[in-house]
């Protein structure tokens, strides 16, 4: 079981250990700990938001595996292969090559990106699990072994701000702001809980499905990526920690708006702040489209979430092979 604190700690009162650096949460559930903020999802928790499911209706979050084609940020795409053998009865076996886990839909997972200066989640550093491929830390494994189940909440960020009139850009750097994410969740009507999940649809999946291969081959091009996004301030990495989340989740490529402030520097990509400093998974490229139509027709913005991502061995990401249920 995990070390769970007595009470948890907001932003100002980071770093939580001394021996930390600043404005980390390690340690916040022992100092092997290796789910992060998924400790959150409780036995009474789960149990709680399981109530949430009232009418049966399921919807699945994973984009087709080889989209975006072509694929973003040089990943290759899946190769797949069926094979069927005449006069051998109904039979057929297929097999997956060139699995990029983070070309579609996707879990990024604590060794994805840590803490620029000071390594990943708990301290585990780059050094540390190249010297340890046979024992890893942090992999996606330890989630896949503990599950992940909860209450989800979508935000509809991309509804409301059409509701705004002022529709959000899909081709170009659009960093949303705290403002904009709390008008949003007020105008909804919902609150955060403790171990949420939560969803966050802009629109990109259905922007991206609805262009022509000239502009898909042109974002496949890293110079010429760009889209909405989490605006990357330390205010807006203060206002996730302080609500306790244990994953947030988007539709768009990054969850933060693309292309980030500046990678070498420790506060210029929000992924540090999330992953790295907090232990909060990212989910990325989640398809919410459903999800966000049945909300906006029934005014229920929380679901049951369950999520199972592929048990590989140090793995640095995974299919979410997610479902949220109403």
Known sequence: MPEMPDALPMYDQLPYRERNPAKTAWGLFGDDDQVGMFNLQTPERIVQAA?????????????????????????????????????????????????????SSQWDALTHVGDFEH???????????????????????????RGIAGRAVLLDLGRWYEAQGRPLPFDETFRIPVDDVEACRAAQ????????????RLGWISWYEQQGMGVKQALAQMPNLAFPGLACAEEMAAYWFD?????????????????????????????????????????????????????????VYESFFAAAPLNVTGGTGSPPNALAIK
């Open 119 to 145: 390594g990943f989640w708990g301290g585990v550093t780059n050094e540390w699990l190249i010297e340890n491929r046979d024992n890893p830390k942090l992999g996606i494994e330890h989630w896949a072994r």
């Open 189 to 200: 009507g919902v609150e955060f809980q403790v171990g949420d999940v939560v969803l966050i």
């Open 51 to 103: 109530q949430l499911v009232r009418k049966g209706a399921m919807f699945p979050m994973n984009w087709d595996q080889s989209q975006p084609s072509p694929p973003l940020y040089n990943r290759g795409a899946v190769r797949h292969t069926v094979m069927r053998r005449a006069g051998f009865g109904h039979h057929g076996d297929d097999v997956l090559d060139n699995l990029y886990t983070q070309q």
């Open 243 to 299: 609500h306790h989340v244990a994953a947030l989740c988007s539709d768009n490529p990054a969850l933060e708006a693309w292309p980030p402030p500046n990678f070498a520097d420790p506060d210029g990509f929000l992924h540090h702040w999330i992953i790295g400093r907090f232990g909060m998974a990212i989910g990325e490229m989640f398809v919410l489209d459903q999800l966000a139509d049945d909300c906006a027709e029934d005014g």
